[in-house]
């Protein structure tokens, strides 16, 4: 296949396009690289040493990436990503280039209105430029588990089901009369409405041009290293800070510096999570086996659902496998968020089209750590500590 991604520069961008590559597709990309002038503007930085972007595209080269195009585009660039598809004829394009934070977006109106200008117009323009120019191609949108929030209920993928869902999560056994909308929507933060948003506009043309989408809820990815990356030059960009880290990442950071793991709150907020290699086979999965035309579906793709406690734990057990004295403290949660709730969501669809989840997480955690250790003198421990909060007033949070 003809393979375009967006956002190919990224923590998830760059080693799906190795993935890829080493499956005989061809591979070409799309990134504005200001994902990187971000991180250095918030004085932080990658944990992991990434090659600048001319060395990043001559290792791909060498590596034998020959189908790589690297495209640098401008923000709000239509008219060239309209040209660039034309020149390329994508059969999939892989939607990765969005602004990713929650945090980020809640620091201030500048913030805020970057995000969903970013989001919602740029994947507007691109499902313009689709039906313009390429509507046959199937487009990969990466979205994420928090569209669905936390409700009383179970999750299941997209749709409302036939079988109705009653407030103590028990199946009705009549068929619902809402079974086929959408499920609703409870974002918690102005990047995750920014994603619901985008949603709406892919199922709109979808029905309305007969483009089609895979929309994949993605839990909170992890790791830093693939088996494509057969060198360190290879490796793929790690955030720690409090606005591009996510939570496991996060806490394997801290662990190498014996610093505490921040748990927000009480710690009892559950999600889904997966190793970087599931992300990358699960994206893959969805890629080669395409809906039909004028069809939007829904995967919800996670390895398992774990608390912050739960993770916590893990990581703290995983670094005394190496040696490091990892503490655990409670801090005042930043974030407007239920701490204790029901959480289960369904992820039949990638089971059924192969997905073998990593079950072994204590294994995968202790590996990953591994893997970052040479950057442990890498870590600004200013940036551990969270700032930016929902009420809008910053200050650091404090341990409890």
Request: with cysteine.
């Amino acid at each position: 296949m003809n393979i375009m991604i967006l956002g190919i520069d990224g923590y998830l961008g760059w080693p799906l396009a190795l993935h890829l590559l080493n499956r005989g597709h061809k591979v070409s990309g799309l990134d504005s690289y200001v994902r990187r002038a971000r991180v250095e503007k918030v004085n932080s930085n990658s944990l992991t040493p990434i090659a600048s972007n001319p060395d990043r595209e001559d290792i791909f080269y060498n590596q034998g990436g020959t189908d790589l195009d690297f495209h640098h585009l401008g923000e709000g660039d239509y008219y060239s990503l309209r040209r660039i598809l034309i020149d390329n004829e994508p059969d999939v394009i892989v939607h990765l280039a969005e602004q990713p934070s929650a945090p980020w977006s809640m620091v201030d109106v500048y913030n805020t209105s970057i995000t969903q200008q970013e989001n919602i117009i740029g994947t507007l323009e691109l499902l313009w430029a689709m039906y313009e120019v390429c509507p046959k191609a199937h487009l990969v949108k990466l979205g994420t588990m928090g569209e669905y929030g936390t409700p009383n209920c179970d999750i299941p993928e997209g749709e409302i089901p036939k079988d109705c869902l009653d407030p103590i999560n028990h199946f009705i056994s009549h068929d619902c009369p809402m079974s086929g909308l959408q499920f609703p929507r409870a974002a918690g933060s102005f990047y995750h409405l920014s994603k619901v948003h985008d949603t709406h506009n892919i199922i709109f043309a979808c029905k309305n041009w007969g483009l089609s989408s895979t929309d994949i809820m993605q839990g909170v990815v992890f790791g830093v290293k693939t088996p494509e990356m057969t060198d360190d030059s290879m490796i793929t960009r790690l955030d720690y800070n409090e606005y591009f880290g996510t939570v496991i990442n996060r806490f394997c950071a801290q662990a190498l510096i014996s610093h505490p793991l921040t748990i927000y709150g009480d710690g009892g907020q559950t999600r889904g999570y997966l190793p970087i290699e599931d992300s990358m086979i699960c994206i893959t999965l969805a890629i080669e086996n395409p809906p039909t035309r004028g069809e939007y579906r829904v995967f919800n793709q996670f390895e398992q659902i774990y608390s912050i406690v739960e993770l916590a734990a893990i990581v703290q057990i995983a670094g005394d496998t190496h040696g490091l004295d990892v503490k655990i403290k409670h801090y005042e949660n930043p974030r407007k968020e239920m701490e204790s709730h029901y959480y289960n969501p369904y992820r039949q669809k990638l089971l059924d089209l192969g997905y073998e989840p990593t079950t072994d997480i204590e294994h995968v955690v202790t590996k990953f750590i591994g893997d970052i250790l040479p950057y442990a003198g890498r870590v600004k421990k200013e940036n551990l500590i969270p700032h930016t909060r929902w009420d809008s007033k910053h200050r650091d949070s404090k341990i409890i």
